[in-house]
T-cell receptor, first 115, second 112 residues
Framework: DTEVTQTPKHLVMGMTNKKSLKCEQH?????MYWYKQKAKKPPELMFV???????INESVPSRFSPECPNSSLLNLHLHALQPEDSALYLC??????????????FGAGSRLTVL | GQQLNQSPQSMFIQEGEDVSMNCTSS?????WLWYKQDPGEGPVLLIA?????ELTSNGRLTAQFGITRKDSFLNISASIPSDVGIYFC????????????FGKGTKLSVIP
């Protein structure tokens, strides 16, 4: 299995809702990532988990809350989002975080629309 | 932080033509990656480069890691309609930790 699976593919939520994005990989990768991508822009790093511990938080607002329940799963909990948070949210994984030779395998993304 | 200048920003080509795009930086990178992203999908890795001067092919795609370690190019030969998409370069260097810096992307349109 060489895939990163993200659910849901599309999500529409109101500003008062609480929802979660889910990501799963079974490649034995020990680093997992959340990226945010706006239209016609490159992906922007949000969070990195290494060995199930939060390694990097790129000053992301607290209305985004990541969680790594085990080495195969990564969640992004969403609460009180703003319309400007509408974007494609990409999950990625790599063998290790600290290796310069790492390549990231991306999921297909979750398209989030905040009304 | 590091910045990557990717060019061109967009290109329209006839089917069958060759394509070239590149990324440059003022910083030295120790890994260069090229990804392709289709609309509504995540980026897919095309080619990974690890050594200065390295030239690697993947079918009709060829990429090179610049000898100065500050640039990389991607060539696509004999383009076909399914080559349409956005191509991103990404470079990795050590700055406290190894993280990826993405170029702004090259949007490729192929006219049949």
């Amino acid at each position: 299995d060489t895939e990163v699976t993200q659910t849901p593919k599309h999500l529409v939520m109101g500003m008062t809702n609480k929802k979660s994005l889910k990501c799963e990989q079974h490649m034995g990768h020990r680093a997992m990532y959340w990226y945010k991508q706006k239209a016609k822009k490159p992906p922007e790093l949000m969070f990195v988990y290494s060995y199930e511990k939060l390694s990097i938080n790129e000053s992301v607002p607290s209305r985004f809350s990541p969680e790594c329940p085990n080495s195969s799963l990564l969640n992004l909990h969403l609460h009180a989002l703003q319309p400007e948070d509408s974007a494609l949210y990409l999950c990625a994984s790599s063998q290790e975080e600290g290796s310069g030779a790492n390549v990231l395998t991306f999921g297909a993304g979750s398209r989030l629309t905040v009304l | 932080g590091q910045q990557l200048n990717q060019s061109p920003q967009s290109m329209f080509i006839q089917e069958g033509e060759d394509v070239s795009m590149n990324c440059t930086s003022s910083s030295i990178f120790n890994t260069w990656l090229w990804y392709k992203q289709d609309p509504g999908e995540g980026p897919v890795l095309l080619i990974a480069l690890y050594k200065a001067g390295e030239l690697t092919s993947n079918g009709r795609l060829t990429a090179q890691f610049g000898i100065t370690r500050k640039d990389s190019f991607l060539n696509i030969s004999a383009s076909i309609p399914s080559d349409v998409g956005i191509y991103f370069c990404a470079g990795r260097t050590f700055a406290g930790s190894y993280q990826l810096t993405f170029g702004k992307g090259t949007k490729l349109s192929v006219i049949p």
